[in-house]
């Protein structure tokens, strides 16, 4: 096997995505930081019993374990940087005002997420801790489309779904509360047939409701079909009425779907959660929902909301960055040259000096306007 060669899923970032990568990085946390959100940079390893705190079964079967040499306990290697942040929120800040914070860092996976998915993806994300109202809720989602918005995505799919709805349906029908996981797996995969014999022996309204979910998903109107063949419980109402509200936040802003058999998260996630569909990506680009009981781990339940994204996913949809106002520069040690070089480079140009006999740079940075010397002064010429 060649040494070069690289695990399964595994890939450098060469220049271009590189550039790209960094540069919506940048223009995020940027972004975030209008909003009042505060960058935290948690480590890449943990203890296992920490990393995984509040975290669900599939976080579990996500992330990378090994044995830490110096104490002998179990480490893991990130698969998701949530429950880090509430950490820091519950233990390290502790504070008792709302708090804003935001992260980017690489996380590590197991096993793909999707069919082209990198195990190494770069994530980015927001959370709100300590206010349980669906104003947390809203501003989440609003940033998350204006995250997408900064990389050209001004029409999303926003997908909206709601733990609520399925919890008051079991919380009616003790059979079918001792069948959760199992109910939650068959419902995530809409698998009517394995619903229809899972529920044989439930009583007649929790069976009808659990088999109209896999049918309970369209645009927006799908609420209202929900409300005509739902049980009439207070925490169905309540989970309908906070999506009709989050849906109402983002008309204009986003195409509205609601799926109430989504249940990615569902084990760690308490309220609203939605997902963002961009062309080009069969998968999510971007995930996000309240997760009220993650702290509780850590000694300091809290109320909590957030999003994150894979930024390396993210830009391989994104086309070559066009290098509008790129200089060519020729190679040299001209104290005048120099000058002139950091002089544009100052006011922020792009100025890419070309080697010794290399008349043209790579086709990446291909410049529109060229430095000449001219008379004695060294000057700018349009090219083409």
């Known amino acids: 096997m060649p040494t070069w060669l690289l695990p399964e899923n595994i890939a450098d970032v060469l220049p271009s995505e590189a550039r790209k990568i960094e ?21 890449l390893l943990e203890y296992v019993d920490s990393l995984l705190a509040g975290a669900g079964q599939d976080t579990d079967l996500r992330t990378f374990k090994l044995v830490d040499s110096m104490s002998g306990r179990l480490l893991g290697l990130r698969a998701d940087m949530t429950t880090q942040v509430a950490r820091i929120d519950a233990h390290l800040l502790n504070r008792d005002t709302v708090t804003r914070l935001c992260y980017a860092g690489s996380v590590l996976h197991t096993q793909p997420s999707g069919l082209h998915s990198t195990r190494e993806p770069l994530q980015i994300g927001a ?10 809720d809203a501003e989440i989602q609003e940033l998350a489309l204006a995250s997408l918005a ?10 909206l779904s709601h733990v609520g709805v399925l919890r008051a349906i079991l919380a009616e029908d003790a059979a079918a509360k001792r069948d959760e996981q199992l109910l939650y797996t068959l419902l995530r995969s809409k698998d009517v047939p394995g619903l229809i014999d899972a529920t044989a022996n439930y009583n007649e309204q929790t069976r009808a409701a659990l088999l109209a979910l896999p049918n309970l998903y369209g645009d927006i109107d ?8 739902l049980p009439a419980l207070p925490g169905i109402a309540r989970a309908l009425a906070e999506l009709a509200a989050l849906a109402g ?10 799926d109430l058999a989504d249940l990615r998260g569902y084990q760690y996630e308490s309220g609203a959660m939605f997902a963002l569909y961009v062309p080009g990506l069969p998968n999510a680009v971007a995930r996000g929902g309240r997760y009220d009981h993650v702290g509780e781990a850590f000694g300091r339940a809290r109320p909590a909301t957030g999003f994150s994204l894979d930024l390396r996913e993210l830009a391989r949809l994104l086309p070559t960055a066009e290098r509008k106002h790129s200089i060519r520069a020729p190679w040299g040690n001209a104290p005048e040259l120099r000058e002139k070089i950091a002089e544009l480079r100052k006011a922020g140009e792009v100025v890419i000096q070309s080697m010794p006999g ?21 000057i700018l010429k349009n090219l083409g």
């Open 23 to 43: 540069e919506l990085r940048r223009l995020m946390l940027d972004t975030f930081r209008t909003y009042g959100y505060e960058l935290v940079m948690p480590p």
């Open 127 to 136: 959370e709100i801790y300590g206010h349980a109202g669906l104003e947390a």
């Open 150 to 159: 900064l990389a050209g995505f001004e029409q999303p799919r926003l997908d």
């Open 222 to 229: 799908v609420l209202a079909r929900a409300k005509d063949v």
């Open 249 to 258: 936040s983002a008309l204009g802003r986003a195409q509205i779907a609601i």
């Open 358 to 378: 290399h008349d043209n740079v790579q086709d990446e940075f291909e410049c529109d306007r060229v430095l000449v010397l001219e008379q004695g002064n060294w």
